[in-house]
């Protein structure tokens, strides 16, 4: 346990980086083990309130993997996933934007608001925000969509008014059909909009790794490297989501990326207020 004096110091590190951040907009994209785990989801939403209650503006974009799966498993739907992206026919669909838009996304409102925030849920379709296409890809996702427009004016004046947005990542095409959008992407394409000065993107694993074995974890990696794990095959499945979301977000302006462990306590102020911070940091260069 902390010492009155340890924990003294322990806001002085901080002071700093609270002073640096006031005004900022930061993107977190909320998914993995933290949001099954009810202690872990409880500490994560409390360093977002507290983010916003220093003077910080934190957008959330949440996943909902497992619950979906889940729902799925009830009406006897087999999940099938390519590349880390699920397989999304009409049936699915219908199920993830119920989970997602509504389960999720409301509960997520509902405990933000209960510890003292204030929290808007919302998804793609709300305000026109995110606009999207059928995923390009060599095998058929079906209702998988890419982003292709972000509109952030409901974002811009939620957040102004001191509320923090709380994004299900699920949005309408072109011809009106709902499609189901990977929270990494999602994340990375409203840090570029925003031009939010953060992206932290919480995982199950404690960053990106430089080996198959995940022995040796790098603390920085730019875009030529990355590319270089993936050609490698090091960077596979479910982290190829997370990794091109980094990289779409630094082209479009973003300062800083952190890719975080979400199952360590804490894991958002870890990397928000102390100097050493956590996770892997991707830079352009």
Known sequence: MLTVLEKANVLTEALPYIQSFAGKTIV????????????????????????????????????????????????DIQAKFIDGLRVTDEATMEVAEMVLAGKINKGLVS???????????????????????????????????????????ILSILSAEGYIPVVAPVAA??????????????????????????????TDVEGIYLDER??????????????????????????????ESCLAALGSGVENIHIVDGRKPHALLLEMFTKEGIGTMVVKE
């Open 173 to 202: 095409g072109k011809d009106g059909e709902t499609l189901n959008i990977n929270a990494d992407y999602v994340a990375g394409a409203l840090g570029g909009a925003l031009k939010a000065y953060k992206l932290v993107l919480l």
């Open 111 to 153: 405990q933000i608001n209960l510890y003292g925030g204030k929290a808007v849920g919302l998804c793609g379709k709300d305000g026109g925000m995110i606009l999207a296409e059928k995923k390009k890809s060599e095998q058929d996702l079906g209702l998988v969509g890419e982003v292709t427009e972000i509109n952030t004016g």
């Open 214 to 243: 995940s022995e040796s974890l790098a603390s920085r990696l730019n875009e030529v490297e990355i590319r270089q794990l993936i050609a490698k095959g090091v960077i596979k499945g479910g982290m190829i989501p997370k990794v």
């Open 28 to 75: 977190v994209k909320f998914g993995g083990h933290a949001m099954v785990d009810p202690k872990l989801e409880e500490m994560v939403l409390k360093d977002i309130v507290l983010m916003k209650l220093v003077g910080m503006n934190p957008v959330i974009v949440h996943g909902g993997g497992p619950s979906i799966t889940e729902w799925l498993k009830k009406v």
